[in-house]
């Protein structure tokens, strides 16, 4: 269940086993049904979300319209960058199209690893260039 993000996190940065161990504690696996919001227009984004399986949408309402911004597929990382950062609501709204599996962490959790392991503050500017 977490070995997929474990594997893209190797890809940005090297883990020993100490600090893989560390991260694999501050992870939680959920199901998102299909229809299930993972985040709705209004909530503050506290979690970074990685899509292990599945496909999710964003989108926006727009005057009452739904607005497709990204699909997102197993192995794909999402966070509403901004409500993360500021922890106001978000106009996002982000749903399951399928049963999909993601594995989250709070942010609350990453800053506590940025502080005690350097290696993840790595891992936060590069999640933050990315977005």
């Not at 950062?85 to 942010?107: C, D, R």
Request: aromatic share 12%.
């Amino acid at each position: 269940m977490t070995s997929k993000i474990i594997q893209s996190i190797k890809l940005i940065v090297s883990l020993n086993e100490h600090e893989e161990k560390a991260f694999l504690n501050i992870l939680e696996v959920n199901i998102i049904k299909k229809k299930q919001f993972l985040l709705q227009e209004g909530q503050i984004c506290e979690k970074i979300t990685f899509v292990n399986n599945g496909c999710m949408r964003l989108f926006y309402n727009i005057d009452g319209i739904e607005n497709t911004i990204q699909f997102f597929f197993g192995d794909s990382w999402y966070t509403d960058y901004s409500s993360f950062l500021t922890g106001q609501p978000t106009i996002e709204n982000m749903k399951a199209l399928e049963e999909s599996e993601v594995v989250q962490f709070k942010k609350n959790d990453l800053y506590k690893l940025y502080e005690v392991m350097p290696v993840f503050e790595k891992v936060g500017r590069i999640f933050a260039e990315n977005a």
